[in-house]
């Protein structure tokens, strides 16, 4: 009966925890719950950090928003070390216009209070 009992225990577990676990692998290369990830998968494409990340406020983040003319940040995902991934979506009417089904070029990972990391586009749309 014990034996049952702690089976059961487990198989619950496992199940609990592996969607959460197999999610981390895919969408961010990793199961590293420490860090920015090595990766981010968005919206059917894969997004790499510069091969030297370097950290932006969020007013950096926010300029170089404004200079292509766009503004304002949604949370996309949160990485398997709690940080959240966040980018300024491509409405769905100007990627229709644009002909592309690309949500966004960079997205950024919120690594402190005032500190983000930014993941740009793999290969072209």
């Known amino acids: 009966m ?8 487990a198989t619950v577990a496992i199940f609990a ?11 961010f290369g ?9 990766r981010v998968d968005y919206c059917g ?20 928003l404004a200079r292509v003319g766009v503004h304002g940040l949604t949370q996309v995902d949160t990485a398997p070390s709690g940080m959240p991934v966040v980018t300024n979506v491509i409405p769905p009417q100007v990627r229709a216009q644009y002909h592309t089904n690309v949500c966004t070029m960079v ?3 919120k690594t402190g209070d005032d500190a983000y990391v930014g993941y740009g586009l793999s290969g072209g749309p």
């Open 17 to 27: 925890v592996a969607p959460t676990a197999i999610h981390d692998r895919l969408a």
């Open 107 to 109: 997205l950024w990972v």
């Open 2 to 9: 014990v034996f049952l009992f702690a089976s059961a225990a």
């Open 30 to 38: 990793t199961f590293d719950t420490t860090g920015p990830p090595p």
């Open 45 to 64: 494409r894969r997004y790499y950090p510069a091969e030297q990340p370097k950290t932006e406020t969020l007013a950096q983040v926010d300029a170089f």
